[in-house]
């Protein structure tokens, strides 16, 4: 037997309560103490297709999904032909007898089949169909022995609202698809599940990046978000807007991006911490706006959560392709700051922390997260979301007091550090001017040679300010010395640190450079570190490594080889380490010649 | 009691002797002192052309944006911090023509806004373009033939658009300017004026003695009726014999954008405090996440 160490995957077309029933059946088990890490994988449209749920669960912390599928719980035919290579032997497909599915063509590769009458126990003993997936979620705690109390518990929680008849019923579905599938399967089925922690004080909390992002914002004194429905960034905006009303916080739906950027620009003009989200699209037309809050020097913060592009590319997919669009966007130079959270916890931290440093530096700030990261649920410990103990810096904002003394204020008054004292609209001493237009001190526009060149090292003085003062080195994981270093920024972080783990279970040194500060680049930071790497592979969701690309800009170092992957899909620790030895068969010498792409000689490149 | 004086601002004014924006600032400078304003109580936000370098030439707090895009940043300053009054001032091409969705949407809100809408019938920045209120026929250097397209009015688009406060004025006549500005203003919600601004550098057709020739105050006719919104159709569709100057639509009572929203009910946001209510709600909040 084998306990608590395992991944179901639950697939079926939209509409058929794949997600619903993921995410229940994600909430039970971490209810029950048990670490959950789950991938959702949908496609764009409302009903029909395939999307699936994929729940790996253990007694340890993990960042990780894995290609081994224990359980399937099939409610289509498509479901079972996608994904049943993908079961191990002596794993299991539960899928609703109405399929026709003949078990025998299952059991050739040594997967149970069990068939269940999902959809027929809904209809008779729930009154509808519908509560197909319910009863699944039952006989998904059946089979693999898991408590019925904790599907009992989430049932009665998700379904509070509509009712004591809808959860009875709900119930009684659950109860009859976990016996069913209790009596008939569990006896064979060798992976079990059994709650370790049921304490309520103990429970930890079960979100995804986006709603890590949307706390971290919250806790860290967002007062206004502005946007435009864009997946997947949306549910940064939607968490935040679920929450605006009890703490005192503006959310509006703007006309388009412009608007959205622009309402946040006005209110961080206006004086209060103010964001807007989107992906690649929306940010595509943000940009002009880019330009104009970094002439202007107005805080304003930006989630870019990323999708499969170009153009509308792959909607629901994941990629991580607007790095270098994202570093470099705008009419002009102008400084930013890109940071990019590759976990959950990250994605808290970044929420709060773009926050301090927009205002600290009068500029956009912008967090690149992707697909992946803004959908994988985790279980996380509560004091990891430390709310209370964020230290707020509003920068060299002027409070009233400083106001009432001051005369002859200047917005954009040259200093040592490139920062202005930043006055808010509405005081009497500060009755002052802005504009997009190169400027004087007070904000008035001006083209004569000497005040735009003091403006412009005004202005890119900060990055030097940034880099001194804020701005982190890449996160050192696993050995000091190593024979393989990764390089990798956001979601890809997961899976490379299990790549790591395996590698030094086997007796290879090896250690993973993650990036959250990306720009301004901690050239310093990295450099003894990427000298010391004996093989360095860059991880990307991207064609073209484009981190490797910006550590060969800014530190003259070229990575050995590339694993590259666009295909829209995360990555999994076992592919990466499948690919791993490949670029060890090309890798030429490193470090000399170019890129293919771009001329030059070729290095190992793996495209995954 | 604020003076004229009070707005003088320091920036020489650039524009074309003769520019029909020169009424516009001064009346806009006469109306703030009428309403008893002073000069760090107004936000003057604007896009890009030359109607859009008002804001430097008068002394309040000024926002000189993009081309396009006053609107949006207004909003966004008005959400933030409702005692503020704050203008728009934008030309017919960036309001009506590349800010044209944020027109169409802001109007619905209600903000509390005053839009000045300088409308000279052409591109004056970029030397004598085309713009969305060239009239028919009309010939520059991006329409050689004469333009194809039907002009823009802003009226109409205001009215139809669910503007609360829909005006016409005229550069020709400061005196119905100032006095249609101050009504815009103490309006409550959004409040549009289409500015008949004269560009005496390359717009040859719709020149001071043009406008002078079609304009008519509306006010004083007989069937003057502007809380009704078919009449204020009809009005709105006059151009082509007379063009009717006045406020064309009102309608009061209208809650504004800003009073329907909840976390305003306490004050400007700008002056509320940041995190206290979130540290307060901590566990709770991460409680619901379990």
């Known amino acids: 037997m084998i306990k608590n160490n395992m991944t179901i995957k639950i697939g079926g077309e939209a509409g058929m309560g794949v997600e619903s029933g993921g995410s229940g059946l994600t909430k039970a088990l971490s209810r029950g103490g048990l670490y959950v890490f789950a991938l959702q994988d949908y496609m764009s449209r409302i009903r029909g297709g395939h ?133 008939k399967y569990a006896k064979d089925f060798e992976f079990k599940l059994e709650p370790v922690d049921t304490d309520p004080a103990k429970r930890r909390m079960v979100l995804h990046g986006n709603q890590g992002l949307a706390l971290g914002a919250i806790a860290g004194g967002c007062k206004f978000i502005s946007a435009y429905p864009m997946t997947p960034g949306t549910s940064v905006f939607e968490t935040i807007t679920a929450k605006a009303g009890k703490y005192g916080i503006v959310s509006k739906q703007t006309e388009d991006e412009l608007a959205a950027i622009l309402f946040a620009i006005g209110a961080g003009h206006a004086g209060v911490r103010a964001m807007t989200t989107t992906s690649g ?19 304003v913060v930006i989630c870019e959560v990323q999708r499969g592009g170009p153009s509308t590319g792959l909607p629901t997919r994941t990629e991580q392709p607007d790095l270098d669009f994202v ?79 001051i005369t002859d204020y200047k917005r954009h008054l040259f200093t040592e550090n490139g920062i202005s004292p930043r006055a808010i609209p509405g005081h009497k001493n500060a009755v002052f ?25 005004k202005r890119m003085k900060k990055y030097e300010t940034m880099l001194h003062e804020d701005i982190r080195g890449p996160k050192l994981y696993g050995d000091e010395k190593a024979e393989i270093t990764f390089v990798g920024w956001g979601s890809t972080c997961g899976a490379i640190r299990e790549v790591v783990d395996r590698l030094r279970k086997k007796g290879t040194k090896a250690n993973f450079l993650q990036f959250v500060d990306l720009w301004p680049f901690p050239a310093d930071k990295t450099q003894s570190y990427l000298e010391k790497a004996k093989y360095l592979v860059a991880v990307e969701n991207n064609f073209t490594g484009q981190l490797a690309g910006l550590i060969r800009k800014c530190t003259g170092i070229k990575v050995d080889a590339k694993i590259l992957k666009y295909s829209g899909r995360p990555f999994s620790p076992e592919e ?33 | 009691m604020s003076k004229v004086d009070d707005f003088i601002s320091t920036e020489a004014v650039t524009w074309c002797p003769g520019c029909g924006d020169f009424p516009i600032l001064k009346c806009l400078k006469e109306s703030l002192v009428n309403q008893g304003l002073e000069p760090h109580q107004v936000m003057v936000v604007s896009g890009i052309g030359c109607g859009s370098k008002l804001p430097y030439y008068i002394r309040t707090n000024g926002y000189n944006s993009l081309h396009g895009r006053a609107l949006p940043i207004a909003q966004g300053i008005k959400l933030v911090n409702h005692d503020l009054r704050v203008i728009v001032v934008t030309g017919d091409g960036d ?19 005053t839009h000045l809408v300088e409308n000279n019938q052409v591109y004056g920045l970029t030397k004598g373009q085309t713009s969305p209120t060239s009239e028919k026929g009309y010939v520059s250097s991006t329409s050689p033939d004469g333009s194809i397209e039907f002009p823009a009015n802003a009226v109409l688009m205001g009215v139809s658009g669910g503007a609360t406060f829909v005006a016409r004025t005229s550069s020709g006549d400061p005196k119905h300017m100032t006095d249609i500005i101050t009504r815009a203003m103490k309006h409550k919600g959004y409040a549009l004026i289409d500015v008949l601004q004269p560009c005496v550098t390359f717009n040859k057709v719709n020149t001071y003695q043009w406008y002078k020739q079609k304009v008519y105050n509306v006010e004083t006719t007989a069937d003057y009726a502007p809380k009704d919104r078919v009449w204020a159709f009809k009005k709105a569709l006059e151009w082509e014999e007379k063009i009717p100057i006045g406020v064309i639509y009102q309608v009061e009572g209208i809650p504004t954008y800003e009073e329907q929203v909840p976390a305003l009910k306490e004050g400007p946001l700008a002056y509320q405090d940041l995190t206290g209510k979130v540290r307060a709600d901590a566990e709770k909040l991460k409680e619901s996440f379990c």
């Open chain 2, 95 to 113: 309001g009506l023509g590349i800010g044209g969705n944020h027109f169409l949407h802001g109007m619905r809100r209600n903000p509390d806004l």
């Open chain 1, 281 to 299: 699209g929306g940010f595509s037309l943000m940009v002009e706006a880019l330009g104009l809050a970094s002439i202007t020097e107005t805080p």
């Open chain 1, 576 to 608: 990466i380490i499948a690919n791993l030895s490949a670029t060890k068969t090309t890798a030429p010498a490193r470090r000399k010649g170019g890129d293919p792409l771009f001329g030059g000689k070729k290095e190992a490149k793996i495209h995954v």
């Open chain 1, 327 to 405: 570093i470099s966007a705008s009419q002009g130079e102008t400084p930013r700051i890109v940071l990019a959270p590759g976990t959950i916890e990250e994605c808290f931290e970044c929420g709060w922390r773009a926050h301090n440093l927009a205002e600290k530096y009068q500029c956009p700030v912008i967090i690149l997260s992707d697909l992946y990261l803004s959908s994988q649920l985790r279980c996380i410990d509560r004091n990891r979301f430390d709310i209370t103990g964020i230290k707020i810096n509003r920068g060299q904002l002027l409070t009233k007091e400083q106001l009432d003394r």
């Open chain 1, 51 to 183: 999307n699936f749920f994929q729940i790996r669960v253990s007694t340890q912390e993990i960042f990780t999904f894995v290609d081994d599928v224990h359980l399937l719980i099939a409610f289509t035919k498509e479901c079972i032909e996608r994904h049943k290579h993908e079961v191990v032997k002596g794993g299991a497909i539960v899928f609703d007898e109405s399929l026709g599915v003949d078990p025998a063509s299952l059991k050739e590769q040594g997967v149970k089949a069990c068939p269940i009458p999902l959809s027929k126990i809904a209809t008779e003993i729930g009154g509808h169909r519908v509560m197909a997936n319910t009863c699944a979620l039952g006989a998904t705690a059946g089979i693999t022995g898991y408590d019925f109390e904790r599907i009992k518990d989430i049932i009665e929680s998700n379904f509070r609202k509509k009712g004591d008849e809808v959860i009875q019923k709900n119930l009684a579905v659950a109860k009859a698809g976990y016996d069913y599938a209790h009596d």
């Open chain 1, 433 to 457: 001017m802005t504009t997009s237009d190169e400027h004087t001190e007070y904000g008035y526009a001006v083209e004569d040679i000497e005040p735009r060149n003091k403006m412009m090292e």
